[in-house]
Nanobody
Framework: VQLQASGGGSVQTGDSLRLSCVAS????????MGWFRQAPGKEREFVSG????????EYSDSVKGRFTISRDSTKKTLYLQMNSLKPEDTAVYYC????????????????????WGQGTLVTVSS
């Protein structure tokens, strides 16, 4: 599985962006896909995850209520709709996927993911 993320850019506080992640290769219903981000000088952190079958979604507390994860299985594309952006959302955003069967409690564990996209930069200025 190869992942290609896009959609990043430079925006102002309060603006919106939608990130996309196109997958090539076979994506099965058991797959979990997620978004992580890494800000300058910080560790990579979990943003959101979803089971490809359309089941359970999870969000970090910092983005809950502002970001929405979704997927289009016909296009093999993962999305992250980001609203009400804040300067602290500035980071490189990575999409990731795993074929392991993992519980939703483990969506946030980056070690569970086997496939990673190249990252797309989001910069939010005040």
């Amino acid at each position: 599985v190869q992942l290609q993320a896009s959609g990043g850019g430079s925006v102002q506080t309060g603006d919106s962006l939608r990130l996309s992640c196109v997958a090539s290769g076979s994506i099965f219903s058991r797959y979990v896909m997620g978004w992580f981000r890494q800000a300058p000088g910080k560790e990579r952190e979990f943003v959101s995850g979803i089971r490809w079958s359309g089941g359970r979604t999870e969000y970090s507390d910092s983005v809950k209520g502002r970001f929405t994860i979704s997927r289009d299985s016909t296009k093999k594309t993962l999305y992250l709709q980001m609203n009400s952006l804040k300067p602290e959302d500035t980071a490189v955003y990575y999409c990731a996927a795993t074929g392991r069967i993992i519980h939703s409690d483990n969506y946030l564990d980056s070690r569970k993911y086997d496939y990673w996209g190249q990252g797309t930069l989001v910069t939010v200025s005040s």
